[in-house]
Nanobody, 130 residues
Framework: QAHLVESGGGSVQAGMSVTLSCAAS????????MAWFRQEGRGPGSREGS?????????????AIDDPLKGRFTLSQDRAKNTLYLQMSSLKPEDTAMYYC??????????????????WGQGTQVTVNS
């Protein structure tokens, strides 16, 4: 059974940087599509309306970032630690959201919606204050 645990969220001032981590366990295939989703305006426990913002195929380390976030958000992984990172810089109040880590089996990856993902973390809240 796969298990994803996010960490690194918190409350920060606009303009600052935050790095989110997603520690994965139980993913036994050689490569997965993993992604970060964010869900704005709702509390934890509800992923309804969450939107994929960054994707990676862990086998070849190729990434895709939502166009409006390119240049501010970077996705990376440490395969030895089975950990995915989302580095967010120059944060804006509109980046305030619950951020979820997700993984999917099967072919395809980039820009898939939340229903395509099999495994989810519990989410971590990022609040950006103006």
């Amino acid at each position: 059974q796969a298990h994803l645990v996010e960490s690194g969220g918190g409350s920060v001032q606009a303009g600052m940087s935050v790095t989110l981590s997603c520690a994965a366990s139980g993913l036994t295939d050689s490569s997965y599509c993993m992604a970060w989703f964010r869900q704005e305006g709702r509390g934890p426990g509800s992923r309804e309306g969450s939107r994929g913002i960054a994707y990676i195929t862990t086998g070849d380390n190729r990434t895709a970032i939502d166009d409006p976030l390119k240049g501010r958000f970077t996705l990376s992984q440490d395969r030895a630690k089975n950990t995915l990172y989302l580095q967010m810089s120059s944060l804006k109040p509109e980046d305030t959201a619950m951020y979820y880590c997700a993984a999917r089996t099967g072919s395809g990856c980039y820009y898939f919606g939340d229903r395509a993902f099999n495994y989810w973390g519990q989410g971590t809240q990022v609040t950006v204050n103006s």
